[in-house]
Structures are given as structure tokens and as C-alpha cells.
């Protein structure tokens, strides 16, 4: 019953989050919005590990390995989308995002050796036609240079999201505490945005206005602390390749 109140919690709120999303591009570079997003939620998260007395303690070769999660779970892929949403629209997104369960059988499989389980693929390719069969009169579409640079940043960035699953797989079975990592996580993705930002020359901007404000906190306090760990704590329960359900199902919620 966990397994599946996590699941929907995830498939609902980051469905949800891709209609926030539109609001964060415009006038703040992405790589901006991203950092402030999980260094709010991040921050969030330190009061509460704070109040409830968890120990944030971890090795040198843990903090490499929460480094390596934050930069490519909650950091270069999702710079990469949402650099991708200015070439590509929400059918082309959502069938690219499809990928990440491929992505965590193979990866998966070489990396770390787990077992190819038939039927999770299996359940993928349906999964995939359906959204197909949902989204086919966007993807009908002319083959452009900006095409095919909107699908290759997409499936680059979820390449690096398929990457920091399954390091988030391999920081559970190490017995880590979940509070604690997800946290560490999202503050060296905040730190690692902002210095990527610097040296591309791209000073830190904000905007005030209502929409950008309300959408910034939504995705702090629900795509990220609420769905994200929830994601993470799934990820420890079920595995990387069957967690990756989840980004078959929430293009269909943003959708409705």
C-alpha cells in the first residue's frame, strides 16, 4: 500500500509541476530558477532534519557519491528539459521522458548488474505506445534542426536523471537516511547550477512577479520535497527500472 501511495504522489505532483514549469521560462535564465529551487527546498529540508534531530553526518566518499546524485539528479537533467521545452513541445517531452526506464534497465544492468526484468520492459514499450497513441497529433511534426536539438538535450538530460536514480539506488542499499541524503542532494545541486550559471557568464537574475514567485514554491515544496523524495524513498523500495512508471504515467496527469 506504501509502495503505491508513493507512486501516485509522484505521478500526480510532477504531472502537475510540468504546468508550474511554464512559468519559470522567461526572463531568469533556467539554470537560476533550478538553483533557487532546490536551495529553498533544500534549506526546507535542513530545518527538518534540524527539528527532528536527524544526523547529517557522512564520509568523504559519501559526499562524492550525494554530489554525484545532486548534479545529475536534481541538477544537469533538469537544465537540460527544461532547455529542451524551448525547441520542443509537451507530446515530444513527454514520449522523450519514456526513455528513463530503458535507461535504468540498461544502465542498470551494465553498472550494477541488476537482472533485466522482462516484464518491466515489456510494461515499458506499452507504456511508451500509449503515450503514442495520446500525444499523435503533436508528434506528427516536420523534422527540424531545432527538433532534433530539443529531443537530444531531453534525452541527454534524462541519460544523467537515469544516472543519479541509480545512484540514489546504490546510497540506500549503502543503508544511508533518506531526509539526510535527499537534502545534501539538492544543496550541492543549487551550489553546482549557480557556479555553472557563473561561468557561462550568466549573472544571477530573479523576478518578482506573482507567477514566477507561486510557481517557485510550488516546485520547492511539491515537486521536490514532497514528489522527490517520495521518488528517492520508492526508488529504495522497488528499484530504479520500476520507479521509472512513474515518467510514463505523470505526462498523462499533465495532460488532464
Known sequence: MQNILLFSLC???WGSTWYAITFQLGDVDPLWSISYR???A????????????VPVQFTPRQHLRIFLQGICFCGISYWLVYLS????????SALVCTSMLYLNVIIGHFW???????????????GSLGIVMVFLPELATSLTT???KGITMAFVGCIFFSIGSLICEINKKSGLPLLPVVMTAMMYSSLFTAAFALSLGKLPSFQWSKPY???LLYLAL???IMAMTSYVALIGRIGADRTAYVDIIYPIIALL
Open 11 to 13: 505521478s500526480f505532483v
Open 42 to 53: 533544500g534549506l526546507i529540508l535542513m530545518a527538518i532534519c534540524f527539528l527532528q534531530r
Open 213 to 215: 514567485v507561486f510557481s
Open 38 to 40: 532546490f536551495l529553498l
Open 146 to 148: 531545432d527538433l532534433m
Open 85 to 92: 521545452e524551448l525547441y520542443i513541445n509537451s507530446a515530444q
Open 222 to 224: 511539491f515537486g521536490s
Open 112 to 126: 550494477l548488474g541488476n537482472p533485466v526484468r522482462l516484464p518491466v520492459v515489456i510494461g515499458g514499450m506499452l
